[in-house]
């Protein structure tokens, strides 16, 4: 199962979905995907905004700089892999601390 832990400024994913046999897993390409897109275009907007971290199954993200761009950028992320969550609940499970 794929963990997201949304905290402010921080976010966690890993895990794999295990939907599928590893390179043909849909729901771990979708979360690489919607996750690598987002932390690409913040870091084109400006390079000092975040830093990340990521291995095979995990990714870290701190964002370092908020921005409206950055901020809607990020929530537009959380809202799509949420979207992933509601049509496989089996494979992604996401905890968002609100402060």
């Known amino acids: 199962m794929i963990k997201v832990n949304i905290k402010k ?3 966690e994913i890993k895990g794999h979905a295990m939907y599928d046999d590893y390179g043909k897993d849909i729901v771990c ?4 995907s919607i996750a690598i897109t987002t932390v690409n275009a913040i870091l084109r907007l400006d390079e000092k ?3 990340y971290r990521e ?3 995990f990714l870290i993200i701190d964002v370092l700089k908020e921005s409206e761009q950055t901020n809607t950028l990020i929530l537009n992320m959380i809202e799509l892999i949420k979207e992933l969550e509601k049509e496989y609940p089996k494979n992604i499970k996401v905890n968002e601390e609100v402060h």
């Open 49 to 51: 905004a975040l830093k």
């Open 9 to 11: 400024n921080h976010i």
């Open 29 to 32: 390409a979708s979360i690489s």
């Open 55 to 57: 291995k095979d199954g």
